[in-house]
């Protein structure tokens, strides 16, 4: 099933950047040194590009501050190329304030 819906997908996704639009976009956030995140992050990556959707992934140390988050999310919601951000979770405690709807700008 799993393959199934992956081959589907990639199929919208082509169907989608052969009709002129720009290919999909995911910028990934993580933070800290969690290796389950990082487990988790690079099956994200390789599951976005196995259907093709670009992605990037923006690294910071586990003491970022919540302000450089926001001004990361600011710069992406801003940028035409980003279709969507992945913030991964677990953040850090001192981030943990900060609701991810706020982090992403909603």
Sequence with gaps: ?????????????????????????????????????????????????????????????KDVSQEELLDITDQLNMDPRVSGILVQLPLPEAVQLCSGFEILGI
């Design 1 to 61: 099933i799993a393959k199934h819906i992956q081959k589907e997908i990639q199929r919208d996704v082509e169907s989608w950047v052969s009709l002129g639009n720009r290919r999909p976009h995911l910028s990934i956030i993580l933070v800290g040194d969690n290796p389950a995140s990082h487990t988790y992050v690079r099956n994200k990556i390789r599951a976005a590009s196995a259907v093709g959707i670009c992605s990037e992934l923006i690294l910071k140390p």
